[in-house]
């Protein structure tokens, strides 16, 4: 069985009973916690997050409605396997250039927003996330290991967490590697860009917005996101537009 974190009461600015379950569903996405393994008892819990016994009763509630635990009466309460969850977009693979750009308008006005309530409720563990997520990115660049969508996708997902509105995080959670275009086509290529000053500009971006969070500035925030998005379906864009004309040439 994993160890136990390192305890460290929630803030007292949000609903607990979320925020527990955030803390506990995290620690099982994480792998701190396996299938099989137990949860931590009530007591334990209390005192790790520093929460009433109704909270941690209610939280665990909605980790067995959600089927992340199983609780044995008389036993205690146990991870269960994961289960296969299709996304609502349907199968990753299907998905097209287009469909790309269609999910591109629909997180302009929900990131937008995201970016906006993250300025105004972020913590200052989010913030530690959100830019080791960024420095992680930058390393990429730094050593040329890659095109840093996992760092990508990170920003963007601790943003969401940031709203403490669990809503953004799922919807994006579902979204997956389709937020970052790049996954779909070799836009730098297309955009005439080497790939180092292609992801240099975009994460120059991500920047902008991450210090408008910082300093809790939700206009600046909500502005810098939606620029960000506004570049990348503009990029996009101009990368389906150069493929076609290729395709056409040929």
Excluded: C, W
Aim: net charge neutral; proline share 4%.
């Amino acid at each position: 069985m994993s160890q136990t974190p390192e305890s460290r009461p929630l803030r007292r600015s949000r609903n607990l009973t979320e925020e527990v379950v955030a803390e506990l569903s995290e620690r099982i996405r994480s792998g701190s916690l396996q299938p099989g393994d137990k949860m931590p008892t009530e007591s334990e819990i209390m005192g790790q997050l520093g929460v009433s016994r109704t909270v941690v009763r209610e939280s665990i509630s909605r980790l067995q409605a959600a089927r992340l635990v199983q609780t044995r009466h008389g036993i205690g309460t146990f991870v269960l396997e994961p289960q296969p969850q299709e996304s609502f977009l349907g199968a990753e693979s299907e998905l097209t250039v287009r469909d790309v750009m269609a999910i591109l308008e629909l997180r302009i006005s929900l990131e937008a927003e995201a970016a906006g309530l993250a300025a105004m409720r972020r913590t200052e563990q989010n913030l530690q996330q959100m830019r080791r997520a960024l420095d992680e990115f930058q390393q990429h660049l730094t050593e040329h290991t890659g095109n840093a969508v996992s760092a990508d996708v990170a920003f963007h997902l601790e943003l969401a967490k940031s709203t403490g509105n669990r809503y953004f995080h799922s919807i994006l959670s579902q979204l997956g590697n389709t937020i970052i275009p790049r996954t779909r086509v070799n836009s730098a290529a297309l955009a005439h860009n080497d790939p180092e000053t292609y992801l240099d500009r975009v994460n120059r971006e991500h920047e902008d917005i991450y210090d408008a969070i910082a300093r809790r500035d939700p206009e600046a925030a909500r502005a810098a996101m939606r620029m960000h998005l506004s570049n990348s379906r503009e990029r996009l864009r101009r990368a389906q537009e150069a493929a076609g004309k290729t395709a056409q040439a040929v």
